[in-house]
């Protein structure tokens, strides 16, 4: 389906109030063309030669008809303007709420290649330019037409010659638009596409400052900038040369064109005996025709807006087709944390495995250690078992049900995870345990909060849990960050837990708080710990070994010391060094 058809599809939903503004915007158009006919009809009957008495009054009774008109016009061009700026706005409502739930659908390697920034800039700006075309545009057009179409019919009603001549105007805004379109097209993709790439890297860059300033990166960060800076307003500046070739200088040398023909027109009438032309005719064909290049002018100087916004539509459509994670009918309940690898292999791109024939059997409440060096394949084996990929080949099962015949919303109901690095939102501390979920009171949130060592977080907030949080928590320590994500995973009581490396970016003195709020954390549930110090899972019920995606050992941590293996030495050196 074309972009135009799917544009007209969103209209339709709010059809209703399109109907009323093209109603109101008749009426408005037909209160504009009576004007100049009232105007004609003064002039005729009731403006004599100088030397004559002219009586006023009908002359008054007509003016005060032509204000009435006025000002009648301008209420209905006001409506107008209300009810189309309103029923675009609540389709780009619906367009942006949309696309919203859909990049939701999308499965996560869908987000792995494209920046966070364009994501954004495809609903916020993309779906702003798409606002433009229904709320400025489109009234724009739709009333330039309707006025040039009335006008036109008005014209040929006084005088056909005149008639024809307006009419050729018609077929060379139409060529122009064709032609405007087809040169514009590439400036605007290119326009749009380094808007994004500007919102992208900085987004990338107010999330790496840090590292930006550590490193002094920032003239090299600036000179990216500014070379994406400059082909977007190098494109842009083709955009407005070709603006100012068309606006004002196509349609005033086409206006031109047409009243020298009106000029020829009226002095023939005036030099032949039959004079078919009076002084109001020609006021009112003259008056008309002035009228008639208002819209024009009108339609042109909007051609940017509609490019742009086709190319912004183009960009939202191209997202909404990208094609959502299937959703399965069957649901499960995770009751008891029975989980089994059976033989899953997997990989991020075609022929280019991570993980290969991965075997592991976690029974209910059972803590399960992954460790291997950087590229093992130990956040891959997280990643499969939130589901956020799929094995290539094998299956995961969770209390004997294949997760891949299930949704994943169910699966993860019964399932909690705490990052290395937790996110926490803008908001409170209770509102980043309870996540905004009616089911978590804020007793539940205060007793996980407290039984993960809580009291940690609080002695030094005033406000306590509801302390404010800024963005990514910035204004909080690694280790309260950390409690509050462990109070998070324990109000939501997951059957199933999986903690990435919490230990990895902390100090020894917290690590031992930590592992305390782990401990509590871990009790009944089946745990899988991504381990970065071995001293966090040495009591752990299996410990997993993994090199370059295959398991190279498998025991408790005694039986892998005496295997004397690849954990043996990671553990001795880790050992060494404390």
């Not at 008495?53 to 008054?60: G, L, T």
């Not at 939102?425 to 539940?444: M, Q």
């Not at 990895?504 to 592992?515: G, P, Y």
Request: proline residues 3%; without cysteine; neutral net charge.
């Amino acid at each position: 389906m074309s972009t135009t058809k799917r544009l007209l599809n969103e209209a339709l939903k709010e059809r209703r109030r399109f109907i009323i503004g093209f109603i109101i915007l008749f009426f408005a158009v037909a209160a504009e063309l009576i004007g100049p006919v009232i105007g004609m009809h003064i002039i005729d009957n009731y403006i004599k030669t100088a030397g004559e008495y002219i009586n006023m009054i009908p002359i008054y009774k007509l003016l005060a008809v032509y204000f009435i008109i006025a000002i009648i016009y301008a209420v209905l061009s006001y409506y107008q303007t209300l009810v189309f700026q309103t029923a675009g706005s609540n389709v780009i409502k619906h367009l942006r709420t949309n696309l919203f739930e859909h990049i939701q659908k999308l499965p996560i390697k869908y987000f792995d290649n494209l920046p966070a920034g364009k994501v954004v800039a495809r609903i916020t700006n993309d779906t702003q330019t798409i606002l433009e075309l229904f709320t400025v545009m489109l009234p724009t057009y739709i009333a330039g037409f309707t006025n040039i179409i009335g006008i036109i019919i008005v014209i040929f009603y006084f005088n056909v010659k005149v008639g024809f001549v307006a009419l050729i105007v018609v077929p060379l805004l139409f060529f122009w638009l064709m032609f405007y379109r087809k040169i514009s097209d590439r400036y605007n993709h290119i326009v749009r596409e380094r808007n994004s790439d500007m919102n992208a890297m900085l987004n990338e860059s107010i999330n790496g400052m840090t590292m930006i300033q550590a490193f002094n990166q920032e003239e090299k960060i600036k000179a990216e900038y500014v070379a994406l800076n400059r082909e977007y307003l190098n494109n842009y500046e083709r955009i407005i040369k070709l603006d100012s070739l068309t606006s004002h200088n196509l349609m005033g040398i086409i206006r031109s064109g047409v009243f020298l023909i009106m000029i020829y027109i009226f002095g023939q009438s005036f030099l032949s005996q039959q004079a078919t032309l009076t002084a109001g005719m020609m006021y009112v064909l003259v008056d008309y025709l002035t009228r008639l290049f208002n819209p024009m002018f009108n339609i042109v100087n909007q051609l940017n807006v509609l490019e742009q916004a086709r190319v912004s539509s183009n960009r939202v459509f191209e997202m909404m087709d990208e094609t959502p994670e299937p959703i399965e009918k069957d649901t499960i309940n995770i009751k008891n944390g029975d989980v089994l690898f059976d033989n899953v292999s997997f990989g991020y791109k075609p022929n280019e495995p991570v993980l290969k024939k991965i075997n592991i059997h976690a029974l209910p409440g059972q803590t399960i250690g992954l460790v291997g060096h950087t590229g093992s394949g130990k956040s891959s084996i997280m990643n499969l078992l939130f589901r956020f990929y799929d094995p290539t080949s094998g299956k995961i099962m969770i209390d004997g049900i294949d997760t891949s015949t299930v949704t994943k919303s169910s699966m993860r109901e019964g399932m909690g995870i705490v990052l290395q690095d937790p996110y926490l939102y803008t908001g409170t501390i209770l509102s980043n345990i309870t996540l905004g979920d009616a089911r978590i009171s804020r007793d539940v949130a205060e007793q996980a909060l407290m039984r993960v060592g809580g009291h940690r977080v609080l002695q030094s907030l005033e406000q306590g849990i509801d302390t404010p949080v800024v963005e990514r928590g910035a204004t909080l320590s690694s280790g309260q960050r950390q409690l509050i994500s462990f109070a998070r995973a324990l109000a939501f009581n997951p059957k199933i837990l999986i903690l990435d490396e919490a230990t990895a970016s902390i100090d020894s003195e917290t690590e031992a708080m930590i592992q305390e709020a782990m401990d509590v954390l871990k009790e009944g549930r089946t745990t899988f710990v991504i381990a970065h110090r071995l001293s966090t899972i040495k009591q752990a019920d299996q410990i997993i070994v993994l090199d370059k995606g295959e398991i190279i050992e498998h025991g408790n941590h005694e039986e892998l010391i005496a295997l004397n293996g690849q954990y043996a030495k990671m553990y001795a050196l880790q050992s060494g060094r404390s």
